[in-house]
């Protein structure tokens, strides 16, 4: 089966396709991936193009390729003719019916439909109900995560490294405003002082990474001020290192700011205990609280709004991870 995967540039985005197409090796073994790489040129055509494809869908024949210029900076069209469109995100979705138009094929898009009509998709991958009428819920968002993988990369960290195989290490994903949060200096002060506590109380090692998220000067901060608690930092905005399957393989536990679902997604996914971090004055939209309800209510997090860890023990409860999407496309994949 030929799979052509639409990427945008957002790597969260990327990795839960990613994600998908894991789970799609594990049903088929025959599997042919192309990778597209696209970049709209403005949300206004964004929204235009999912006007027509909304309003005149059979529009989208092998003629419409010529108005592609029109519509995006960065594109490619397929060099096989595709069975299976694959997508995370509004700035591939439009692109995803469009060439699913073009080649008469089925299409997967993972997320929102951000006013895309339902129908205009074979399957939609959603975290949460969002009723629509094929969509696949799935326990949490999909990732790269395998224990197998953990493993093989957190030896290989200790091998490139030299750390010591047997400290204890918590890991702390790091992102920066997004999805309603804001965060501002006293809330980074307030982790500060919460990363040295825990470190002093648990006798624990930070492995710690920001994202693209992070303000600059954030990063710097704390990096400074956690020199002497962490065993390894990643500044993401100053030079990107591919740590996080190694960090999670390494740490016993982890803790996730709250904007990021993916991020919380993948850290869920490492079957290790989790925690995330956010503010009570979040502004999310209802479905993301509705994400973060979901995982509390599920065990598969706890949410420490206030920094207190001591207060909060439960069973963390470990799933088979996204096993109902495997069944679906079993039973229901042509």
Known sequence: MKVLVIKDDKPGHYNQTEGLILYLKDIFEDLEIEYIEIEIKSKLKRKILRILLNTFPNFFTENSIKYLPFFYKKFDTPKNKPDLIISTGGNTSNLNVWFSKIYKCKNILNGALRGLKEELFTYITTVIDLGYKN????????????????????????????????????????????????????????????????????????????????????????????????????????????????????????????????MISEAISSSKKVYTIGNEYSKSDKNYKNILMKFEVNKQIIRLNNFDLEEKRIKFNNININGNFKAFIRNNFE
């Open 135 to 262: 969509q696949i819920i799935l326990d949490v968002a999909p990732s790269v995560v395998t224990k197998e993988k953990l493993r093989v990369k957190s030896e290989e960290f200790i091998d490139l490294t030299n750390l010591d195989s047997n400290q204890k290490y918590y890991t702390l994903l790091i992102g920066g405003n997004g999805a309603g949060y804001k965060y501002d200096n006293k809330f980074y002060d307030n982790l500060i002082n919460f990363v040295k506590k825990t470190s002093k109380e648990k006798r624990i090692k930070w492995l710690i990474t920001t994202s693209r998220r992070t303000p600059l000067d954030i990063e710097s901060k704390l990096e400074k001020e956690l020199k002497d608690y962490y065993s390894y930092f990643v500044a993401y905005n100053k030079k990107e290192e591919k740590i996080l399957l190694a960090f999670l393989g390494l740490c016993t536990s982890v803790f996730v700011t709250e904007e990021s679902s993916s």
